[in-house]
Nanobody, 123 residues
Framework: QVQLVESGGGMVQAGGSLRLSCAASGRTFSISNYVVGWFRRAPGKEREFVAHINYSGSSTSYADSVKGRFTVSRDNAENTVALQMNSLKPEDTAVYYC??????????????WGQGTQVTVSS
């Protein structure tokens, strides 16, 4: 059974930082075989794209709302993907999800999803 598990969420004041991690479990699941996306869902809003990273980590892309503040990276040897979030704003408050798929695209293209981790930014 393939699972993605997010960790690192929490509560932080505006301007602070958090680092989310997405770890893959399952004996035969290697995250290096997948592109990985981060998405978030704020209360009362639709799920939205945050960032994604290609297989090797050589290419990344970000939503305009987080560009310059968030950085996605991966460590295929450790089977993990991270999302470093700096200069956090109250509007970044959401449940954050990582997802793995075989091609970069909208959320519907991703096959595996984590359960999400809550990020709350207070003003």
């Amino acid at each position: 059974q393939v699972q993605l598990v997010e960790s690192g969420g929490g509560m932080v004041q505006a301007g602070g930082s958090l680092r989310l991690s997405c770890a893959a479990s399952g004996r035969t699941f290697s995250i290096s075989n997948y592109v990985v996306g981060w998405f978030r869902r704020a209360p009362g809003k639709e799920r939205e794209f945050v960032a994604h990273i290609n297989y090797s980590g050589s290419s990344t892309s970000y939503a305009d709302s987080v560009k310059g503040r968030f950085t996605v990276s991966r460590d295929n040897a450790e089977n993990t993907v991270a999302l470093q979030m700096n200069s956090l704003k109250p509007e970044d408050t959401a449940v954050y999800y990582c997802a793995a798929g075989i091609e970069i695209g909208p959320s519907s293209t991703y096959h595996y999803w984590g359960q999400g981790t809550q990020v709350t930014v207070s003003s």
